[in-house]
């Protein structure tokens, strides 16, 4: 559950330290206090994309920091072992965005990316929006809600990937039916360059080979020169180095006798000769080595000519061509694939079956969870006074099937526009549309896995009885997991374990947003200005006791 976050020059909060309790949580304020400026930060914080436009006014960056405890979270854990980042039983999610727009994120101190933050943020925390009815108008995300009620996420991954290589080889096909005679022309092509440079059998460091042995075949007599010079003046003339040093070092070592200060300088003197001695005898080596061979430095360059001609002919460096015959190699590959158009049907025929058996298992577990999914959420919206109305969720077959598989998914209702199920968007009113919502959310919620929930104004559109149900179901959500819900509703937020309230003030010209957490006497106030508006009176006050007392004899 989410048990700490830290906001820093966000918008119009300059700082809040904010500790999280379990249970239920109502966020309330004024209209544009910033209540869903917290939501917007632990997005934030939870890899939501990110612009200049979220640091306060004057400021060199925002910061977002939340701390999480993840005991009971094995997945999490896991997760961050394979991604090599280190977690104990709190779980650390940073993020930093400058004034030009450039963010940074950090897990438990290590730098992360943002899909990283997105990635582990899918098993902390789910976000209920508050235009989330919206959302569930479209057919896409009807679609994917219904699969991950259900736990079909990874197979409707795999249905789709089935469904792109049974594509990819139609197309093939396709390519390989209609385009045969080309095809063949590049294939014989193809054949003869391979053919060419397999005959060359050149070598991937080979150029480089070659360059050096040329350069010092071509330069054989000056090499030669050069060692027996540099053997002369160090070791063989009369007046050689090594003869002049030996005499110094033999010289100093007697020295050494009657003023140890000079003992140093003849051991410098005597390892200057050893080092010569070494360097002579290396240089007689490499004369003895060194020897003119004009064979092979003709056979050389008739190697390095024939090596530049097929470069000059294909147009890459010498050193490219290795790489040019592997290319072609590979393209010479599929070509003789595509044309075998047995094999390419064959291919073809499996590709379709296994995404029809892939498609086949989504399809039952899609039939079973529409069945579910559409009794639950029917009972949710009797609660919330739509006693006349069911849910259902239908699957609609897609011919020849789709990448998300044979059905499209469309979320009706039957029963407050006359008997017949007919999708959503066409039979439910605004406040209709908002109470459905929340009937779905809730369903959903109760089976996600995640342990913090929250609800940012998804209540708007009703009120009075339908909005003291609302709070009771929060209520009990809150019993299994975290739940934080923004709310302008005093009947949602009296059914809270714990309250919030949000205000907004001028300090020096600023305009800046706080958060305080509201006592037994704190909350009677923020609800009786919950219920009266700006006049609170002792009526009000009674009426909002009553409220709070009510919800906790009933809860």
């Known amino acids: 559950m989410l048990r700490h976050l830290t906001i820093r020059d966000f918008v119009i909060v300059d700082r809040l330290e904010l500790e999280f309790l379990a249970g239920f949580g109502a966020l309330t304020g004024e209209t544009g206090a910033g209540k869903s400026i917290l939501i917007d930060a632990l997005a934030l914080a939870l890899g939501e994309r990110a612009d200049a436009g979220v640091v306060r006014s004057g400021c060199d960056k925002a910061e977002v ?37 450039r963010s940074r994120a950090y897990i438990n101190g290590s730098p992360a990316t943002a899909q990283q933050l997105r990635e582990v943020g899918e098993w902390l925390v789910d976000i209920h929006g508050q235009h989330a009815h919206q959302s569930f108008l479209r057919a896409d995300a009807q679609r994917t809600l219904l699969d991950t009620h259900a736990g079909l996420n990874e197979l409707t991954r795999q249905v789709g990937a089935a469904f792109r290589l049974w594509r990819e080889a139609e197309q093939t096909l396709k390519a390989a039916s209609e385009g045969a005679d080309a095809l063949l022309r590049e294939r014989e092509q193809l054949e003869w360059q391979v053919s060419e440079l397999n005959a060359l059998a050149f070598g ?47 010289r100093l070592s007697s020295l050494a006798e009657y003023d140890p200060a000079l003992a140093e300088v003849a051991e410098l003197v005597s390892s200057a000769q050893a080092e010569l001695s070494e360097a002579v005898s290396t240089l007689r080596r490499y004369a003895d080595r060194v020897d003119l061979d004009p064979s092979r430095l003709a056979e050389v360059e008739r190697r390095m000519d024939a090596v530049m001609a097929n470069a000059r002919k294909y147009r890459v ?12 190699q590979q393209r010479l590959s599929v070509l003789e694939a595509s044309a075998d158009l047995a094999a390419l049907e064959v291919r073809v025929a499996a590709a379709k079956k296994d ?79 908002s109470r459905i919502s929340l009937a779905i959310q809730v369903l959903t919620s109760r089976s996600a896995s995640v342990p913090t929930l929250i609800f940012d104004e998804v209540d708007v559109g009703i009120g009075g009885g339908v909005a003291e149900i609302v709070g009771r179901l929060l209520n009990e959500l809150g019993g299994e997991r975290q739940v934080l819900c923004v709310t302008h509703l005093p009947q949602v937020a009296a059914q809270a374990n714990w309250q919030w309230q949000v205000s907004k003030a001028t300090r020096d010209g600023v305009t ?44």
């Not at 094995?74 to 940073?94: F, H, I, Q």
């Not at 360059?211 to 090499?223: C, F, I, K, M, N």
């Not at 006497?521 to 009510?550: C, F, K, N, P, Y």
Request: overall charge negative; some cysteine; hydrophobic content about 40%.
């Open 65 to 101: 920091s939340a701390t999480f405890d993840i005991t009971g979270l094995p997945m999490v854990r896991e997760w961050l072992s394979a991604n090599d980042l280190e977690g104990d039983d709190e779980l650390l999610l940073r993020r930093v965005v400058d004034a030009g727009g």
């Open 204 to 250: 991937e460091d080979e150029w480089a080979i070659l360059d050096v042995e040329h350069r010092r075949l071509g330069h054989a007599a000056s090499l030669i020169e050069g060692a027996q010079f540099s053997i002369g003046v160090l070791a063989d003339n009369d007046a050689a180095c090594e003869r002049q040093i030996d005499s110094v070092a033999t």
């Open 317 to 328: 460096q010498p050193q490219e061509l290795p790489s040019l015959l592997l290319a072609w």
């Open 355 to 433: 995404y029809a058996q892939k498609a086949g298992e989504l399809t039952q577990g899609r039939q079973k969870a529409a069945s579910e999914m559409g009794r639950s959420v029917s009972e949710v919206m009797r609660q919330l006074a739509l006693s006349s109305g069911r849910f259902e969720v239908a699957l609609l077959p897609v011919e020849n099937g789709a990448v998300y598989g044979l059905e499209q998914v469309e979320f009706r209702i039957g029963g407050l526009a006359g008997n017949d199920a007919k999708p959503m968007a066409k039979v439910a009113s605004g406040g209709e549309l």
């Open 512 to 555: 800046l947003s706080a958060i305080q957490s509201l006592d037994e006497e704190g909350r009677v106030q923020e609800i009786a200005r919950m219920l009266g508006g700006v006049e609170i009176t002792d009526i009000t006050l009674q009426h909002a006791g009553e409220l709070l007392r009510s919800t906790a004899k009933n809860s």
